[in-house]
């Protein structure tokens, strides 16, 4: 039992002790706003499908060929390397990850000719790697959601790359997620990054005085002590808690670990 909690423990300090090191590694480094993003020859759209492993469409995608379109559209990067892997012999639902993420930016009126695929970006150092020692290249802007954006830096600094980050944005809450909900009565607010930054925007962006909350039953019991500090008339309404198969539980999981293994890495 003892050994079990120390194990534990010792895992824990060691994810926790990674993932610090990382977030303040890319600390200026990201960037939400396109205005704020310095100019580029070369963007790094990390690899992603449009389908997830159960077969559902997956957003993580969608915002990410919305984010490097809109880079590129606005002069902030020239040429574009999709990086991903090929993997429709090998799983389910698999997809040619570079091949897919280019014929979208197509769609997205990005010419052709302005994107290198690369079909060996298993993992982020896979295409981190490539970046530098495959094709070169010394100064890169890195397309992904921000937390995957973070690790990506760490890793692009181990390879001697000038490298920042722009976030696409994480998945979006909107009708097509919420069902029979019409989207005119859908607000969209993208600086929720913590609990207290929503409450805050609630009382002093939107100016409302009254509101219920929605979500699991131990999240709402914080967000409704904060509303109450923030003069709110709040209740809760409790959405189930999540399975544990939940494919967000996992991603979490994953990153954190992925975390502590960008270190081991170059051990």
């Known amino acids: 039992m003892v050994v079990a909690l120390g194990s534990t423990l010792v895992v824990t300090i060691i994810i926790a ?5 990382v977030v303040g590694n890319a600390k200026g480094r990201t960037f939400d706003n396109i205005s704020d ?3 580029r020859e070369i963007g790094l759209l990390l690899g992603t499908s449009p389908i997830t492993p159960s077969g559902e ?3 993580y995608f969608d915002n990410r060929i919305k984010a490097t379109a809109d880079l590129y559209h606005a002069g902030k990067i020239r040429r574009i390397l999709v990086s991903g892997g090929d993997y429709t012999m090998t799983e389910k639902h698999g997809c040619d990850e570079p091949t897919a993420m280019r014929d979208s930016l197509v769609a997205h009126n990005v010419p052709d000719t302005c994107i290198i ?3 060996q970006g298993w993992r982020t150092i896979n295409s981190i790697d490539a970046v530098r020692n495959l094709y070169n290249f010394d100064s890169i802007t890195i397309i992904s959601q921000k937390y995957h954006n973070e ?3 760490y890793q692009a600094d181990l390879f001697g790359l000038d490298a920042v980050g722009y976030n696409a944005k994480p998945l979006p809450i909107t009708s097509s997620r919420i069902r029979n909900v019409p989207d005119t009565c859908i607000i969209e607010h993208w600086q929720g990054w913590r609990t207290i930054n929503s409450i805050d925007a609630v009382r002093n962006l939107y100016n409302f005085d009254s509101i219920t909350i929605i979500s699991q039953k131990y999240h709402n019991e914080r967000a409704l002590y904060q509303a109450d500090l923030f003069g709110l008339d709040a209740v809760g309404y409790n959405a189930k808690p999540l399975p544990i198969t939940s494919s ?6 994953r990153e954190y670990f992925a ?6 890495d170059f051990l």
């Not at 967000?248 to 999981?253: E, V």
Request: aromatic share 10%.
């Open 17 to 21: 002790v990674c993932n610090i090191l």
């Open 37 to 39: 993003v310095p100019a």
């Open 57 to 59: 469409h997956n957003y």
């Open 117 to 119: 695929e690369h079909w």
């Open 151 to 153: 690790r990506a830096l």
């Open 248 to 253: 967000r539980i996992r991603n979490a999981i």
């Open 259 to 264: 975390r502590v293994k960008l270190f081991l």
